[in-house]
């Protein structure tokens, strides 16, 4: 494969995040793709927007134990709402991004430290900095709650990173302060801490067994999809916020699905209030259902469907990940 022809992949960095696992997943042939990491997860969507050399983006959507990755929901949001063109009289959104396939990862989240030090040495300090995703408090919750039980003189401090890698490299440059009682420690996965040569304390940290991250990959959609060796069911996400506040409008929405036999698998939603529109304090849906009834008239589907929202976005029709769902 000639240079030219690669294609660069971005993923929340830096190396060694959940996410880059779901990356390399995805587009595990070295031959073809380049993986570059990003800063956030806003600057994935916005590189590979507006970057002529950006192929595709991985950002993590949901996860099984805290749910929903905000950042993540707003950036489809906010991409709806912006593309939104009230001069046209389809209420249809196009955004310039197209999602193209799903990718889960079991997230085994460790604790670590730069030094390497083992966890009965953890009560001497009187302050430990723990650095880590967001995302991440919610899925170690109980364990932080009994660490600080187990070393009740030791205050423990949460610091938010960008990612879990971050959190990694902030520990490894944070000299730990002897003198000031104070330690600084990661939380992220035994990947993270392989890459960067750098002290496990403890693995499996995780609240719950089986804690799973599901990711998002996206295309330009100008841009031809990618050969996929996939079979099995085929989902549909789409975003749409309903015509009025009036009783039975989302009831009218849904109702389109079971008229149509169409099996709807999530539901969620993220308020919005732009002082532009009329209406204050709204509401966008995000919906997926499967698309494996062969006998439907799509076109007529998406004709109702749309018919009983403001505005409605299809992101993407892709293949239910089959090295989860085998
Ligand atoms: O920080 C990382 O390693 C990420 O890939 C991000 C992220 C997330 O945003 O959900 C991914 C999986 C884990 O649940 C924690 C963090």
């Known amino acids: 494969m000639t240079e030219s022809r690669r294609k660069n992949v971005i993923y929340l960095g830096p190396q060694g995040t959940y996410t880059h696992q779901a990356a390399l997943q995805q587009f595990d042939d070295h031959d073809q793709f380049d993986l570059i990491p990003a800063k956030s997860i806003p600057e994935c969507l916005d590189e590979l927007e507006n970057n002529p050399c950006i192929h595709y983006a991985v950002i993590p959507l949901e996860n099984s134990t805290n749910g929903q990755v905000v950042f993540s929901y707003d950036l489809l949001r906010d991409r709806m709402l912006k593309s939104l063109n009230p001069d046209t009289s389809s209420n249809r959104v196009i955004p310039p991004l197209q999602i193209i396939a799903e990718q889960y990862v079991s997230i085994e989240h460790c604790l670590i430290s730069r030094e390497h030090l083992t966890m009965s040495e953890l009560g001497k300090y009187k302050i430990i900095r723990v650095y880590s995703h967001p995302q991440v408090w919610g899925q170690v919750n109980q364990y932080l709650k009994e660490l600080q039980q187990e070393y009740p003189n030791t205050t423990f401090e949460k610091l938010d990173t960008s990612s879990t890698s971050e959190a990694v490299i902030k520990v490894m440059d944070s000299k730990t302060n002897e003198h000031e009682n104070v330690l600084n420690l990661a939380i992220a996965s035994e990947f993270a801490a392989k890459l960067n040569k750098v002290n496990v304390l403890q693995r499996g940290i995780n609240d719950q067994l089986g804690n799973t991250t599901r990711f998002m990959v996206f295309k330009k959609r100008k841009e031809q999809s990618p050969a996929m060796k996939c079979a099995g069911s085929k989902v549909n996400l789409l975003t749409f916020t309903t015509k009025q506040d009036d009783p039975g409008a989302l009831v009218d929405v849904l109702t389109v699905l079971k008229d149509y036999s169409v099996n709807m698998c999530s539901i969620?939603?993220?308020?919005?209030?732009?002082?532009?529109?009329?209406?204050?304090?709204?509401?966008?849906?995000?919906?997926?259902?499967?698309?494996?009834?062969?006998?439907?008239?799509?076109?007529?589907?998406?004709?109702?469907?749309?018919?009983?929202?403001?505005?409605?976005?299809?992101?993407?029709?892709?293949?239910?990940?089959?090295?989860?769902?085998?």
């Open 268 to 326: 969620n939603t993220r308020p919005f209030n732009t002082v532009t529109l009329e209406r204050k304090w709204q509401y966008v849906f995000f919906l997926e259902y499967y698309e494996n009834n062969e006998n439907i008239d799509w076109t007529k589907f998406y004709q109702q469907f749309g018919s009983y929202c403001l505005e409605w976005c299809l992101w993407g029709t892709f293949y239910r990940d089959p090295r989860y769902y085998n």
